[in-house]
């Protein structure tokens, strides 16, 4: 977005006022404002939201960091590893095998292994991580930016999503926004030990930004596109499917 700010206000102000119109769709259909789950009853309110997310907050605006003695004692675990197949052949052989393929509306498709992420330059972030349910804690996430690997593939000007896909089958998507954000991480390191399984090994998403399902674990495959439509049921997200949000900014 490059109104100038008096524009925004006076949009999201606009948007505001028509909530849930087929006007106020149009005009953020116009400026790039609509979610993937713009459809269905909560449709209306999760493109007011996102909308007015984008319109009002500055693009790199930062979620908060946190000093080392904040790191938080217990973090719970939330989605296992599966047990079997594909994800453990991979964890038996220390994933050797494993690559993280990046493909897409991208000039130069790469796969990554895991030792050729751990020596891009990296990004460490003591965040907080904040699941749906009501819990939340405090941990140090390292690895290069989202973004570092997106200027290697070079994005097309086409692409207006990112997606994730997960080993345990999981998949979910930010926006360009999101994943150009410096904070938006695949994070190889926890509190400084490489991931273990169940938080996420070999690389997960760090997204601070948004609710913590957006920070997939176990993951495979990075995907740059210009519509979620074809991914899962259509909202390119697993937690939508289930009634969550899909952008899930806090
Ligand atoms: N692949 C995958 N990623 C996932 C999940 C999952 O079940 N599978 N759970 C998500 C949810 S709901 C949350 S809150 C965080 C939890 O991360 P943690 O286990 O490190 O606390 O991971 C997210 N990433
Ligand atoms: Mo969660």
New binding site residues.
């Given amino acids: 977005m490059s109104q100038p700010l008096s524009r925004r206000r006076l949009l999201a102000g606009g948007l505001a006022a028509l909530g849930g119109s087929a006007v106020a769709a149009k005009l953020a259909d116009r400026y790039d404002l609509i979610p993937p789950d713009w459809g269905g009853v909560w449709g209306p309110g999760e493109t007011l939201t996102y909308a007015c997310q984008r319109l009002l907050t500055h693009p790199h605006a930062m979620a908060r960091e946190f000093s080392r003695e904040k790191i938080s004692k217990v973090?719970?675990?939330?989605?296992r590893p599966p047990k079997a197949g594909p994800y453990r052949q991979a964890l038996d052989s220390a994933f050797s095998n494993w690559r993280l393929r990046v493909d897409g509306l991208v000039d130069r498709p790469a796969a990554y292994s895991l030792a050729d992420l751990k020596h891009l330059p990296s990004r460490s972030q003591i965040t907080e991580?904040t699941?749906?349910e009501g819990w939340c804690?405090i941990a140090e996430w390292t690895g290069p930016q989202l973004s570092y690997v997106l200027n290697l593939a070079g994005v097309q000007p086409r692409a207006r999503w990112v997606v994730a896909f997960?080993m345990?089958e999981?998949y979910d998507s930010i926006d360009l926004q999101d994943a150009w954000h410096p904070q938006t991480l695949i994070a190889h390191s926890m509190n400084g030990e490489f991931l273990t399984p169940?938080?996420?090994a070999p690389v997960?998403l760090s997204v601070p930004r948004q609710l913590?399902?957006k920070?997939?674990?176990?993951l495979s495959h990075i995907l740059v596109t210009d519509t979620v439509k074809n991914i899962g049921k259509g909202l390119g997200s697993w937690q939508p499917e289930g009634g969550y949000s899909w952008y899930a900014g806090i």
């Fill in positions: 973090a719970p675990i939330s989605g991580q699941c749906e804690f997960a345990d999981g169940d938080r996420g997960r913590g399902y920070s997939l674990k176990f």
